[in-house]
């Protein structure tokens, strides 16, 4: 869709780019973009660039220039330019920015090369043909994420999670009724966001948060502890909610789950491989770790080599973000139990 777009304008190079707050979150481009603009989101030029933001203050619903939004001058001194664009060829662009149902808003960005034309007013009219399209598109996309999201957490709360889908600035996006009853360990704020009343737990949950938008770190799951007001304990699960590497509309997100601890015990293993995208056997193994089982006697109990279990292990260890088995142990302690059944 990307190159057709761009071959209105006679430009192979169009990107789609996804935003919340001051945040990119996801990105799409045409194969001769794609590579470099990846290397430019990850630098610091994009948060000291002024570009969205004059595109965004010009408030327009249709595409603009960079000389619609600079004068010459200023788009030579502008960041983008000058420090990207001359060292790596990029010079004049056209722009539009549009709002979605969630808060978030996507950008189209049309980019030509050095010593090429700006584009011309008949090239931006043939772009704004096409706005409304791309308009719809978007709101449908996000709209569709939305009800997943509403479902994933639905389905969570039919199996006792409490859980909640947030922003990295604690806005909600979906909760079940689960979480919305768990006034002990959790307080809505102004704004529709969720807090925790442990204030540890909040500054870790914050935390876990803000690094949603770190590509180094978005898959890792975190847990840690939490006490309510009363002095109850919970686990507090935090798992970055991501598909595709840099998905265009599901980054920046995590299903947040609070899980009250009620009695010792290992959780089901259905649970487990839920939250945890485990497989069969590796979900056996961390049941069994939960329960204080050795790894010889896991072994002997499945009829496998202690190699074959320690692999598992492993695995169980990189994909629960745990470094030792008894933090594994620890962490699945909060996990609530479905009815009982051989794992």
Known sequence: MLEKIGRTVQTPRVALMTRRSDAWIGHAASAPTARQLSVYLATDIPARSQTTARLLAADRAGFLSNLDLYSPDEWEREPFRAEWGRRHGWNHCAATAISVPSGDFLVFHAQRLEGEAPFEA???AELDRLRPHLARAGMLAVR??????????AALGLIGL?????????????ANQAIQDLSRHVRWRAHNRLCLVDARAEALLREAL?????????????????????GDAAVIHVLPAVGQA???????LAMVIVTPVSQPGAPDTAVIRGLFDLSASE????????????????????????????SQVKAVLAKTNTSRQAEVASLLAGLPRLAPREA
């Not at 409490?162 to 979906?174: I, T």
């Not at 803000?210 to 009363?230: I, K, P, Q, Y």
């Not at 840099?246 to 920046?252: A, L, P, Q, S, V």
């Open 283 to 310: 979900a056996r193994v961390a049941r069994a770790l939960a329960r204080g089982t050795s790894i010889e006697r896991i072994a002997g109990d499945a009829g496998v080599s202690r190699e074959t279990v320690r």
């Open 144 to 153: 569709c994420r939305l009800q997943r999201l509403q479902t994933a957490a």
């Open 122 to 124: 008949d090239e931006i």
């Open 162 to 174: 409490p859980a909640a889908v947030l922003d990295r600035n604690g806005h909600v996006l979906a």
């Open 246 to 252: 840099r998905d265009i509309f599901d980054g920046g």
């Open 210 to 230: 803000t690094r949603l938008d770190d590509g180094n770190d978005a898959r890792g799951a975190r847990s840690f502890a939490a006490r309510s007001m009363r």
